[in-house]
């Protein structure tokens, strides 16, 4: 176990702020319609696009979750578009360092970026940043996300997630949880889950999720937080008891499992992949990318390797994705306070 650590990339109500321009540019990109695959896209100069390979910013390292899907990707973008992607992975800062050059590069759709749940986080904790999440960019597309399972060991005396609330009432503060670090979404998905039920456990944070599972098995701690694919074969082996999932309808990955949802009415943490240009970037541009990713998205092969990841496919519209960065902030930004996880 380690003391606090810095906010771990795992690779998340309305934003009381109204709609910010680049946000709100997402419905006009796409006229609130998806766009033919065969529609001529300008880079606003009068050139078809793309005119050249188009950079796409990974907030993550190489075999990551987004890596891979990214790299799924790439074969439907040639052949819808003619030109590769170039995958140019930027783990570094907890995804601030990619977040900042994807913000930053031309508007022309020659750069995008990769974003996941803690590009949210980071946003939410930090007050300082050399991008604005909601100013600097254009949603495209939401195209996958990842719920996470609550288990305990077999020890606790609680089968279901109205048995354990009932268990933490009568003994705030006794317990304690492992996460993959302050900041991290599991993290932040227990604190919100303590929260919305008046319960109290004491939080451990870790480096990494790996760690704090192998301590739960052991009953070192008694609750953690994982992804679906690490945390399954223990469930199926009985090492843990599977409480619910974090994501607001049942996931097709374990359909058996119950969600959290259905004892805690609202409750909903999930990690989750999109894409972003940068603000500014044409409206014919983010429109034709849209189509050809939610396209993309529905393919077998693509969900067939996404569940392979312990994600689900998404592929929605420019405006919903939109709609979700928002909800996402003012989740996390609520999760944060109540937490305390502040950066170190």
Known sequence: ??????????????????????????????????????????????????????????MSTASSGPDILARLLNPKFAEAFGQQMVID????????IGAEIGAKAAPDGHTLTMATSQVVIVSVMYEKLPFDLSRDFTPISLLGSTPFIMVVNPSVPAANIREFVALLK????????????????????????????????????????????????????????????????????????????????????APELPTVAESIPGYEVTGWYGLLAPAKTPAPIIARLNAEFVKAMKSPDILEKMSGL???????????????????????????????????
């Open 1 to 58: 176990m380690t003391g606090g650590s810095p906010i771990h990339s795992v690779g998340t109500a309305v934003l009381a702020l109204l709609m910010l321009p680049a946000l709100g540019n997402a419905q006009a990109a796409t006229g609130g319609q998806p766009a033919s695959s065969a529609q001529a896209a300008s880079t606003g100069s009068g050139q078809a696009y793309p005119v050249r390979p188009v950079r796409l910013i990974v």
């Open 89 to 96: 992975n930027r783990a570094g800062a907890s995804g601030i």
């Open 170 to 253: 009568s003994k705030p503060g006794e317990m304690r949880y492992g996460s993959g670090g302050s900041g991290s979404p599991p993290h932040l998905a227990a604190e919100r889950f303590k929260a919305m039920t008046g319960t109290s456990i004491q939080h451990v944070p870790y480096k990494g999720v790996a760690p704090a599972l192998t301590d739960t098995i052991s009953g070192q701690l008694q609750m953690t937080i994982s992804v679906v694919p690490m945390i399954m074969p223990h469930i199926k082996s009985g090492k843990v008891r599977a409480l619910g999932v974090t994501s607001l309808a049942r996931t097709p990955l």
């Open 310 to 344: 312990g994600a689900e496919a998404k592929g929605t519209s420019s405006q919903d994705f939109a709609v979700h960065i928002r909800a996402e902030t003012e989740k996390m930004r609520a999760a944060v306070k109540a937490s305390g996880a502040r950066v170190e």
